[in-house]
């Protein structure tokens, strides 16, 4: 199928220290969808309208201003928001001065969205490939300049929204398995509203995202500790270890235990 884009090529030769394969425009397109392994590193900036980005089980909601990493090798779903479909910037880049500044600036993450003022030198790059003018040197300027104005925008973070907030109070007590009920009285807000501002930002209800946390937290137990089926589902909060087990399996495909013994 074929969207509303424009993809530019880099026919020059690759280089093993920095190297820009491909690169792109998406315009707005409500059927623009795409489900694949990521075969370099990408990098998205969107000018306007929302998208979202799946990546094991957590959606992302991409909109205006917002800048997205995704790390080679991973399989991911990206697509426009059938409302609000969204125009984007996007490139592909691999290479050994790519891997270190990834190692640097972005330590231990996988998929990030955030907000970051970086449309110029994502501009800069295209504009390379689409005119046919590709310059190692200033790619790799370019690049560093994404990297550190990401890294300046993560360290100096805007005050959290509500739906930033209530994910946060879920990570913290995930243990304690609040209820729908008790989110909206410690923000004093229906439940209606919350599930609308947190699927808004996240593309899940809250108690979708609780099920996703508490469930990955269960393959980790699994795997690094010798706790029982049950003690795991003890902890996570299921009433009964046959419930939890049902639910891991609905989730993953397989039973707590086959999932513990392939993790061995």
Not at 5 to 24: D, K, W
Not at 30 to 44: A, D, F, T
Not at 201 to 209: S, T
Request: net charge positive; charged share 20%.
């Amino acid at each position: 199928m074929s969207f509303n884009e424009r993809f530019f090529v880099n026919t020059h030769s690759e280089n093993p220290i920095c190297y820009l394969p491909s690169a792109g425009i998406v315009y707005p397109d409500e059927k623009y969808s795409l489900n694949r392994r990521v075969g370099k590193h990408l990098w998205e900036y969107v000018i306007s309208g929302e998208g979202h980005i799946i990546h094991n089980g957590m959606e992302y909601h991409l909109t205006a201003g917002d800048f997205c990493y995704v790390k080679k090798g991973l399989h991911v779903r990206y697509f426009s928001d059938g409302n609000n479909p969204y125009h984007k910037l996007w490139f592909g880049a691999d290479g050994q001065l790519v891997e270190k500044l990834a190692q640097i600036y972005l330590p231990d993450v996988s998929v990030t969205v955030q907000k970051a003022d970086v449309s110029d030198p994502f501009r800069r790059l295209i504009t390379m490939l689409k005119e046919g003018c590709y310059d190692e040197g200033l790619a790799c300027h370019a690049l560093l300049d994404i990297f550190m104005t990401v890294s300046r925008a993560s360290t100096c973070p805007m005050p959290a929204s509500l739906a930033e907030r209530i994910k946060k109070y879920i990570d913290d007590h995930i243990f304690e398995n609040p209820s729908l009920n008790n989110l909206g009285e410690t923000f004093n807000i229906s439940g209606r509203h919350l599930i609308r501002v947190f699927k808004a930002r996240y593309g899940i209800p809250p108690g979708a995202y609780m099920i996703n946390k508490k469930l990955n937290l269960a393959c980790r137990y699994l795997v690094e500790t010798e706790f029982g089926i049950g003690q795991i589902a003890q902890i996570l909060g299921y009433c009964d270890q046959s419930y939890f087990s049902s639910e891991f399996k609905k989730h993953y495909g397989i039973y707590p235990t086959v999932y513990r013994n392939r993790g061995r």
